[in-house]
């Protein structure tokens, strides 16, 4: 039961950032402080590193598979930080929202 309400919580959370336009925010915000930190360009070089290896037999699939868990444990915790710290301000501000869901 506990699964099916986390679903359903995390659903009504993404239609409510939609809806409002602070997920289309979170993502700029996230993107500029990928770059600012240089972890855009840390993983374009990684990207280039992958297709030297694999020359032959490069595709989007496995370079996606490759790197991303790399991407995602690289993200600064600074980073990390700051989202979640908008996303709880804006479940605090948008609580009746979704206790009305």
Partial sequence: MGDVNEK????????????????????DLLKVKLIECGWRNEMKQHCREALRRNKAKANVEELIEELTPKARASVPDD???ELLLRLRTFVD?????????
């Fill in 8 to 27: 359903h919580i995390r659903s009504v959370l993404n239609q409510q950032l939609i809806a409002t336009g602070e997920k289309e925010k979170l993502l």
């Fill in 93 to 101: 501000n948008n609580s009746d929202r979704f206790l009305s869901d």
């Fill in 79 to 81: 980073v990390k930080k």
